[in-house]
């Protein structure tokens, strides 16, 4: 098992520029989680997906963030247009159903926006 | 709305003390609770839950944690430290219903001296 794949690990962009965050999750997952990381606000929820359908984006900070899942297979978290306040360490994350079924995380995608 | 708090930052222990991370939670109904660790560079790796059962519940490497109802804590022990045991911990709950995210706390970060 690969376990969940983010890509880009890091990415420096200037303001302004697009940004597009990559995932794959464990196979057979039927939950897919983003999550954004800061020193000031921890680990926030930005959006979840259940069979590629998004259940609760109400954590997405602005209309500048989209997401969007495809397939069963990739996920992708897109920032347009970005700003230096983006710079975080975002996490995809994936479970199965089921009673208490646990989080796998990915190891993130560290955005630096000058 | 479900809630987490961990009311330190830093735990300090020397190795081959017990250690203890606090825990409280807030959530409506019964929760789902667990425990995460988080190496440097890397994403958040599952450490034990509690689903329900026996209120104490034991995880990877030695860690163990005890539910506790009434008080709303799940606090996360070890009974003997080790430097290697450095890392930032996070409590996590969500509700016992399907389709619920996972919320968590804001870290505490746990320095083991040698």
């Known amino acids: 098992d690969a376990g969940v794949i983010q890509s880009p690990r890091h990415e420096v962009t200037e303001m302004g520029q697009e940004v597009t965050l990559r995932c794959k999750p464990i196979?057979?997952?039927?939950?897919l989680f983003w999550y954004r990381q800061t020193m000031m606000r921890g680990l926030e929820l930005l959006i979840y997906?259940?069979?590629?359908?998004?259940?609760?984006d109400s954590g997405m900070p602005e209309d500048r963030f989209s997401a969007k899942m495809p397939n069963a297979s990739f996920s992708t978290l897109k920032i347009q247009p970005s700003e230096p306040r983006d710079s975080a360490v975002y996490f995809c994350?994936?479970?199965?159903?089921?009673?208490?079924?646990?989080?796998?995380f990915g190891n993130g995608t560290r955005l630096t926006v000058t | 709305a479900q809630s987490v708090a961990q009311p330190e930052d830093q735990v300090n222990v020397a190795e081959g003390n017990p250690l203890t991370v606090k825990c409280t939670y807030s959530?409506?109904?019964?929760?789902?609770l667990f425990w995460y660790v988080q190496y440097p560079n890397r994403g958040l790796q599952f450490l034990l839950k509690?689903?329900?059962?026996?209120?104490l519940v034991k995880g990877s490497y030695g860690f163990e944690a005890e539910f506790n109802k009434s008080q709303t804590s799940f606090h996360l022990k070890k009974p003997s430290a080790l430097v290697s045991d450095s890392a930032l911990y996070f409590c996590?709950?969500?509700?016992?219903?399907?389709?619920?995210?996972?919320?968590f706390g804001k870290g505490t970060t746990l320095s083991v001296s040698s």
């Open positions: 996590a709950v969500r509700e016992n219903q399907a389709g619920t995210a996972l919320i």
């Open positions: 959530v409506s109904g019964n929760p789902y």
């Open positions: 509690y689903i329900t059962g026996d209120n």
């Open positions: 994350a994936s479970r199965l159903t089921g009673q208490g079924a646990a989080l796998h």
């Open positions: 196979s057979g997952h039927d939950y």
């Open positions: 997906f259940n069979n590629n359908v998004p259940i609760d």
